[in-house]
């Protein structure tokens, strides 16, 4: 009896020291087998294994749809373990914890202390110890690809119930080309937060952390994509996930962090709002200035044009200029390629085109360059007469434009306020087309000669619809506070835009409108009634009320200059297309994808365009 007990004891010692030696005889035959890189990646595995659960914890948190992967914003989030969880977010900025939570989608950060109990710990151990395994034989993307097919179940005693762990999201399949890319630029941040608000110390981990943050922004380079990325870079970027989760724990209170990242954003802030301030005044700036190349042409051709004797500085059909049965449009303008354009333009569309006459108005200084433009390049059957604004005697008594408040130098030039005095720079026409200098004709515009004007002075499209662009209201330039103004005329009246209009000149003379629009400009010198630096349109609006015939949105098109979202489709059908706004595209900030439609009507070929480096 003795005997048979003595041997169960033998055996029971036997199997419980080979259940102690076997563990150890596997794990060194493991790390026998395993690189040098690949046994540290081992022991880091292990100890994320033994001294943290953060990773593991993403698996229990909620993950989003993969249609939309949203751009982390800085907001510090505060747990009662006192160790706090960053999040950013570039979308929404949520002060609430459970909006951090779900927002999480970066590398781990958070300590957790009480989130599972022992069943939990022992579950994910194995996991981890099945993950690291596979890391030896995959690359970071397949890691993802594996663990996104395995739906894991961790039992919740609470609850009495089994939670199913969501999905890790899989950048293939779900099209998030940039998640890897993403979590390394979260990792570089967070790591300048740390070393930013960390006290000045010889400590090696901050060191770690600053050489690795280092080595990470020069891997990643330029790189957008995914696939952009090297398997160095990854493992670079699990090491560091590491040496970030040691740095956490150094820092158990986050008030401190937490007023420190405000203050950084409201530094970067401020940094924001001046940068967008210096960059909106150096686009007027560029908007005001002439480029080189366009100065260049003009001292180019001015020259040619005092070359030529006097009898070949005059250009064909002048016979034509006064005829009241032809097509006229007017230009008041001092860019030569503007003019270019805008009569290339009309030419090349017109059915009749030795029925159009241009009325080209300028200033003395640009009146030989324009000249010689034409010169060199005639517009064909049509006709072109330039005119000089300093041949207009009769302008002088009004002496109205050295008192306009407006800080724009476009707008305060005597050329931006003629259009009030047509019948008087064309007493011998009836009809007649004003065009700004920067549109650009696509249609022929004969059946705009016979629309219906029912009396009234003006025809231009409306820009009173609202969602449409551009949208005016009335009282958003005018003042209606004023007495005079609130009992004259209706806030709800709709607005409308200059830059291709049709005036009826006979009417305009029938109701004496230019004496109406002296009374409106003198009231504006005296009191507020308007906004100077809009230009001429709210002074337009009041002079021109109750006198506009309102045509079709077709005939034109605005918003080529300042906005990016205008309709294709639109600017297709369009009759005439206008780059109204600061970005012209003479300019080197037009937008490029309005500039060919410009472009196309000038030839760069030309020996002045080429001398001048003026290109498309």
Request: aromatic share 10%; charged share 25%.
């Amino acid at each position: 009896m003795k005997q048979i007990r003595q041997r169960q004891r033998i055996l029971i010692l036997s199997l419980l020291s080979l259940s102690v030696v076997a563990p150890l005889i596997f794990v060194s035959h493991r790390l026998k087998l395993l690189t040098p890189l690949g046994r540290r990646e081992f022991l880091e595995d292990l100890y994320r294994v033994t001294y943290r659960t953060d990773t593991l914890k993403l698996n229990a948190v909620e993950q989003e749809g993969a249609e939309e992967l949203e751009e982390p914003n800085q907001v510090v989030y505060k747990e009662k373990d006192a160790v706090s969880t960053i999040s950013y977010n570039s979308e929404n900025n949520n002060d609430s914890e459970e909006s951090g939570i779900a927002g999480y989608r970066s590398t781990p950060l958070e300590r957790n202390v009480s989130g599972f109990n022992h069943d939990e710990r022992q579950h994910q151990g194995v996991l981890q110890k099945d993950l690291s395994s596979m890391a030896e034989d995959t690359n970071i993307h397949a890691y993802s690809h594996r663990l996104s097919k395995d739906n894991i179940e961790v039992p919740n005693k609470q609850s009495g119930r089994k939670a199913a762990h969501h999905r890790i999201l899989n950048p293939q399949s779900h099209k998030v080309k940039n998640q890897k890319v993403q979590e390394i630029k979260d990792q570089i941040v967070l790591a300048k937060v740390y070393l930013n608000f960390a006290p000045p110390s010889n400590n090696a981990r901050l060191k770690e952390l600053e050489l690795q943050m280092k080595e990470m922004e020069q891997a990643i380079g330029e790189a957008t994509l995914d696939s952009d990325l090297s398997r160095s870079v990854l493992q670079k970027m699990r090491h560091m996930e590491a040496s970030l989760s040691k740095i956490s724990r150094a820092f158990p209170d986050c008030s401190a962090m937490a007023a420190k990242l405000q203050a950084m954003k409201r530094n970067t802030e401020e940094q924001v709002r001046s940068l967008r301030n210096e960059a909106t005044y150096l686009v007027h700036l560029a908007g005001s200035t002439a480029p080189k190349g366009l100065h260049c042409l003009s001292m180019r051709l001015t020259a040619d044009y005092f070359a030529l004797r006097p009898e070949e500085r005059k250009l064909p059909n002048e016979n034509k200029i006064n005829s009241p049965e032809l097509y006229h449009y007017a230009v008041f303008s001092d860019n030569v390629l503007a003019c270019a354009v805008v009569v290339n333009s009309t030419i090349s569309t017109a059915k009749e085109q030795e029925k159009l006459v241009f009325h080209i108005v300028t200033n003395s200084l640009n009146l030989p360059a324009i000249s010689m433009w034409f010169l060199i390049n005639p517009p064909g059957k049509a006709t072109v007469h330039i005119h000089s604004i300093d041949n207009f005697k009769w302008l002088s008594k009004y002496n109205t434009f050295s008192k306009n408040n407006s800080s724009y130098p476009r707008y305060i030039s005597e050329l931006n306020s003629l259009l009030f005095y047509l019948p008087d720079i064309f007493p011998a026409l009836n009809k007649i087309v004003l065009f700004d200098h920067d549109v650009v004709v696509q249609q022929d515009l004969s059946g705009l000669w016979n629309a219906n004007m029912k009396g009234n002075i003006i025809g231009a499209v409306g820009t009173c619809q609202e969602g449409k662009i551009p949208f005016h209201r009335i009282d958003m330039f005018i003042n209606f506070s004023d007495p005079f103004i609130g009992e004259s005329f209706d806030t709800n009246a709709c607005t409308w835009a200059f830059g291709m209009n049709i005036f009826d000149l006979q009417q305009w003379r029938r109701h004496n409108l230019t004496a109406v629009y002296h009374k409106y400009l003198q009231m504006g010198f005296e009191k507020p009634l308007w906004n100077w630096n809009v230009g001429r349109l709210p002074l337009g609006w009041l002079t021109f009320y109750n006198k506009t015939e309102v045509l079709d949105n077709r005939w034109h098109v605005l918003g080529l200059g300042q906005y990016s979202g205008v309709d294709p489709d639109e600017i297709e059908r369009a009759a005439v297309i206008h780059y109204d706004g600061i970005r012209k595209p003479w300019l080197d900030i037009a937008m490029g994808r309005y500039k060919s439609y410009w472009t196309k009507f000038l030839n760069f070929d030309l020996p002045f365009l080429q001398q001048c480096n003026l290109e498309a």
